[in-house]
């Protein structure tokens, strides 16, 4: 009985792909915490050695006088990383089309609150690195981790409206948006041409299976997995084949909704036939050949990028990021390291992700509706976006990743880190006590 009416739930429970993105997302967000403590502990433990050790063994794949060999730690980085960034690249290309970037009035707020979350960090954080060592690290505070902040989000449970979940992960796909566009034109090594040109021609020949509506998800694949490869080698930061390779995937269904609705009302009025007139040996037959027929029909209705999204989105949120945490969040805290925590270089990255983050998507937000361009939904107060602003700052992911193409030394990087974790903690306890303190302010 309980699990007709758990089957019942599911059957009856239409699903908006952001709402279902956002319950991923938080969900994964609490995994991500739990990963990022476990690293923390272990490696100020005494398997610390050890636990690090583990993550630089190399392994790779040869054939012939060809090899592939890098350590796990980039295996991850550069390997499943991509994988992210496809799920990323199917989130936004999903949202232009249909859902709330997918018009100006739409996207006004959420696209000025990003711009201001992005400028204003890294403004603050230039103007304490202009030049030295940490003058490379200016896009660390401009990221924003959707997954810890929708966690925290849901930790205020009802008391927060669905409007303005929907706007931080907005936010937050926007400035995916602008990490993306950082990392491909200032996070990029000396560039291999030939390599770079192999990538060009596979990424045409996507676009020209598009554009001639070829629907077949596995050739889509086999030539994302040859576009990382080529620009792995090309010096351009590989995961971004994930973004592009995600563009090129069909957003259109094979059967339009009225072909579905026709087909399959005549399957269910053939099922329901067969149930009352047929004899048992032919019934079980009949039965499963309708249904067969129906669940072809679903497949032919979702679209390739939907079916992508749904497939990948799980284990983006519960396996590759935590697990990206896992092997990156490990840093050895000792006195010395944390005496650097006034450093320009830790002093940019805290007060650009605490101060800068909430201050630009506030003000931004605010400039946006008083110049008429952006429109407030009427459910969202001011304070609650200063709020959501303080989640902005919690860059975790996205930032220890950009930390990763920033920085070489590993001094500096583990610098980076800890002022990633300090600003992160900051900003997600700010902002939890202001959405819990007003959740039902009425003040607009």
Known sequence: MIQFLK?????????NPLVEFVRLEAFGGIVLMFFTILAMALTNSVFGESFLSY????????FGDWELSKSLLHWINDGLMAIFFFVVGLEIKRELLTGGLSSV???SLPIFAAIGGMLVPALVYFSLNQTGLGASGWGIPMATDIAFALGILLLLGKRIPT???LLLTSIAIVDDIGAVIVI??????????????YGGGIYAVLWSLNLLKVRSLPVFLFLGVLLWFALLKSGVHATLAGILLAFTIPAGANRNVSEFIRSNTTLLKKLGYTLTKHKKLSKEKNIQASITAIKANCAEVISPLQRLEHLFHPWVAYLIVPLFAFSNAGVIVNGDLMSKVFDPISLG?????FLGKPLGIFLFSYLGVQMGIAQKPQKIY??????????????????FFVSQLAFS????????KIAVLIASVMSGLIGFIILKMFSNQSTK
């Open 7 to 15: 089957e019942k739930r599911i059957f009856d429970k239409n699903k």
């Open 55 to 62: 993550w630089k063994q190399y392994f790779g794949i040869s």
């Open 105 to 107: 009035k739409k996207a």
């Open 163 to 165: 409007s303005l979940k």
């Open 184 to 197: 491909a034109l200032y996070y990029t090594s000396e560039i291999d041409w030939v390599y770079l040109l």
């Open 349 to 353: 990255i805290i007060l650009g992700l």
């Open 382 to 399: 001011w304070l609650q976006i200063l709020g959501i602003g303080f989640l902005g700052g919690i860059g975790f992911t996205m930032s």
């Open 409 to 416: 030394d590993p001094l500096i990087l583990n610098q980076a």
